[in-house]
Structures are given as C-alpha cells and as structure tokens.
Nanobody, 117 residues
Framework: QVQLVESGGGLVQPGGSLRVSCAASGIIFSDYTMGWFRQAPGKQRELVTT???????NYADSVKGRFTISGDNAKNTVYLQMNSLKPEDTAVYYC???????????WGQGTQVTVSS
C-alpha cells in the first residue's frame, strides 16, 4: 500500500521559516518525481515545487528564492524548507509522487501551513 505521510506544518509569523517533510512508503522512490502542491481556501490546488530522483528541481515563480525542496533517497523522504514566509503562503500543502512513464500519481493527506501574526 502506497503512503505519503506529511509532517511539520503549523503556524508561523510572517518572515519566519518552516520545514515540512513527506515520508513515502510502498513505492520505488527512485521511479518517482516528488513534489509539493498547495491549496489555499477558495483557490485551486497549485504546484509549488518538484524534485526528480536525480535531484533536478523546479519551482513556482511565487516561491523561487524562498522555498527549497530536498530529498533523502535512502530514507524515501522529501523535504520542503520554507523561508521568508508570507501570509499568502497559507495553504494546505500536499506531497505528491509522480511516475513519468505511466502518469501514476499519489497524494499525501496534506499538512496545514498558516502564516499569520
């Protein structure tokens, strides 16, 4: 059974930092591009960042220079380090695993990140 388990969300003040993690099980981690989406209230889910198993990364313009995705292939875990957080970063953050050759995608349950003073 595939599981993506996020952790590390919470409440942080504007300008602060937070790191969320996603531990994957039940998949061959190296077969998947890992990433993070987010969904704010009343808005569509949007792509934040992706990381291939080889370490190539991609970021949404809104988070470039502030967010960093990293991974530990030995632990089947991907991390999202979020710095200089803004109130508009408030959302539920979802971990995703995507396999290119057949389009299979898995989702985590989401973790709430709230940026507020």
């Amino acid at each position: 059974q595939v599981q993506l388990v996020e952790s590390g969300g919470g409440l942080v003040q504007p300008g602060g930092s937070l790191r969320v993690s996603c531990a994957a099980s039940g998949i061959i981690f190296s077969d998947y591009t890992m990433g993070w989406f987010r969904q704010a209230p009343g808005k569509q889910r949007e792509l934040v960042t992706t990381r291939t198993s080889g370490g190539s990364t991609n970021y949404a313009d809104s988070v470039k220079g502030r967010f960093t995705i990293s991974g530990d292939n030995a632990k089947n875990t991907v991390y999202l380090q979020m710095n200089s957080l803004k109130p508009e970063d408030t959302a539920v953050y979802y971990c995703t695993a995507y396999r290119d050759y057949d389009g299979r995608r898995y989702w985590g349950q989401g973790t709430q990140v709230t940026v507020s003073s």
